[in-house]
């Protein structure tokens, strides 16, 4: 059975597409389209601002308490909920059932950190700052946020930024990846269920046009966006350019670097688990791992080791590893397998034989893969694969290893793998990165912290959630009052402090 999705606008669902036209939504584990969703345009996005401008006078009205305890409601629906949650992101992305709850957990961390809006917008007093005279500073909502979010973190990312836009009383249009878009509209609609009054929080689906409407709108004033690098640089160039402040978290190449003295077994299974969990599929998968000699043919092996017991198949079965999200997307990794062996790499696991992937024939079935003896002139060195492809580059130094580290135009996360602490603490010094693991390899800061790459992972300055959260979803305005009448008269001069 085919469902449509429809957008969720101003409390209520809808289906205008521009000229008609709908996507279609797969079971990454079966291959079957099992939705359509309409693609918006100008015509759904301008509703959605229009509802959200609307709503968003009345919201930034509301007080901090009330907020609170929507933002604090809502936490308890998606928590009880989670697992409803989770079999939606796997129907539609592929991710393990396990995997995708601990997704919906991540999100709730940044949920939580929202629950305390009261205390993360609190201003600063100065009393006396000049006779009868304080000054104080105020944070208020910038108006209308625009989520634009990718298909690998459905509910995650999402939850990364309008729990934090909202509680800070602005109102959301989010636009979820066309490929899985559900899991957006069940969370708008939970939020609702919580008390969020409608228009708060409204989801437009599409694709380039339902971005472009929202980048060139008037009324809204800010973008939080994650996808790929390419399109999260036209983002930001787009959404400056129209006078908005934008965050465009983008694509990575994450290395993971292990010195001879590390616990091979540690540093083996952290490759595994960061290297294929989730397929592959995260901007913070370990993509490269980065072997100091003399330990590379040990760690190799025991990774291989690790790789053999792995099993992939429906995320509905308990399985390790689930499928590509889509068979375009299956076809283009695959395509880096004969790419790297072309230019000189040595395929160590070849993941292309799926006979026996527990899954319907018609998945989109790719097994984890690894490569030895890469080098950075390879593609499979230089471009995001996005899949479950792990290549190991051998380097004879700690100084060599961070070199082709920091000459990486990525720069979103890292890791070392030691049990030397000066190393480590040169590299968390020394590396150009955004986020660093030390023995741990998914880095991925806690909500109370805030997430974001360097170089070519992130344009613009500001991190996602977190402080950077608060500070990016807030203007800050600062009052100078006096209720004393001032002594000096008439005096036409520039007011100096006294
Ligand atoms: P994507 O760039 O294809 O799509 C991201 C969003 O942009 C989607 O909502 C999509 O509909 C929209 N979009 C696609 N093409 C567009 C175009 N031409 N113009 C305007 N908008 C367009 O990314 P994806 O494939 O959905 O997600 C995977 C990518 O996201 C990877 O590169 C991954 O590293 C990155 N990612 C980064 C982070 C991070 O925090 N840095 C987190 C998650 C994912």
């Not at 006396?128 to 009868?132: E, K, N, R």
């Not at 390899?441 to 909500?447: C, K, L, N, Q």
């Not at 002594?487 to 520039?494: C, P, R």
């Given at each position: 059975m085919t469902i449509t999705i429809e957008h969720w606008i101003d409390g209520k669902g809808a289906t205008d597409a521009e000229d008609g036209r709908f996507g279609d939504v797969f079971d990454p584990a079966t291959g079957e389209v099992t939705g359509r969703v309409p693609l918006g345009g100008t015509g759904a996005v301008d509703r959605a601002v229009d509802a959200a401008r609307t709503a968003a006078d009345g919201w930034r009205r509301t007080s901090l308490a009330k907020r609170a305890q929507i933002l604090f409601a809502f936490r308890e629906i998606v928590a009880a909920r989670r697992d409803e949650l989770a079999v939606i992101i796997t129907a539609q992305h592929g991710k393990v059932l396990d995997d995708a709850a601990g997704e919906v957990a991540r999100g709730l961390e940044v949920v939580e950190l929202a629950c305390g809006v009261p205390q993360l917008l609190k201003g600063e007093f100065t009393e006396?700052?000049?006779?009868?005279v304080d000054v104080h500073s105020i944070r208020q909502p910038v108006g209308v946020v625009g989520v634009i979010s990718p298909f690998n973190f459905p509910a995650m990312v999402p939850m990364w930024f309008f729990p934090i836009a909202i509680a800070a009383g602005n109102a959301v249009v989010l636009k979820p990846s066309?490929?899985?878009?559900?899991a957006s509209v069940w969370l708008a609609q939970r939020f609702e269920e919580a008390g969020l009054p409608p228009g708060v929080l409204n989801v437009v689906h599409g694709g380039k046009s339902a971005v472009d409407a929202l980048l060139d709108?008037?009324?809204?004033d800010a973008i939080s966006f994650v996808g790929s690098t390419p399109i999260a640089r036209y983002v930001y160039e787009r959404g400056t350019q129209a006078g908005k402040r934008v965050q465009a978290l983008a694509g990575a190449k994450n290395h993971m670097m292990v010195l001879p003295d590390a616990d091979l077994d540690g540093a083996a299974d952290a490759a595994v688990n960061a290297g294929f969990g989730s397929a592959g599929e995260?901007?913070?998968?370990?993509?490269v791992v980065v072997a100091v000699e003399p330990i590379a043919d040990e760690l190799i092996s025991r990774i291989r080791d690790r790789m053999g017991s792995l099993r992939t198949g429906d995320?509905?079965?308990?399985?390790?590893m689930g499928p590509l999200v889509t068979a375009e997307h299956r076809e283009r990794v695959a395509s880096y397998l004969d790419a790297g062996v072309a230019s000189g790499?040595?395929?160590?696991?070849?993941?292309?034989?799926?006979?026996?992937?527990?899954?319907?024939?018609?998945?989109f079935w790719l097994k984890p893969s690894l490569f030895d003896r890469?080098?950075?002139?390879?593609s499979i060195y230089t471009?995001?694969?996005?899949?479950p492809v792990l290549s190991v580059v051998r380097v004879d130094s700690y100084e060599q290893g961070l070199q082709l580290i920091n000459d990486n135009?990525?720069?979103n996360g890292t890791a070392i793998f030691t049990n030397d602490g000066r190393a480590a603490r040169a590299f968390q010094y020394d590396v150009q990165a955004g986020m660093v693991g030390i023995n741990v390899?998914?880095?991925?800061?806690?909500?109370a912290y805030s997430f974001g790459g360097w170089k070519n992972s992130l344009f613009g300055d500001t991190h996602a959630y977190g402080p950077h959260g608060v500070h990016f979803y807030t203007r800050g305005k600062v009052v100078t009052s006096r209720w004393q009448a001032p002594?000096?008269?008439?005096?036409?001069?520039?007011p100096g402090n006294s």
């Open positions: 006396g700052a000049s006779t009868d066309e490929k899985d878009p559900s709108h008037r009324d809204v995260r901007c913070m998968s370990i993509s995320g509905r079965r308990g399985c390790d790499a040595q395929l160590v696991v070849d993941g292309r034989d799926v006979a026996d992937v527990d899954g319907e024939p018609d998945g890469v080098d950075a002139s390879m471009d995001e694969i996005f899949g135009p990525y720069g390899p998914i880095p991925v800061p806690i909500g002594a000096g008269g008439v005096d036409l001069g520039f």
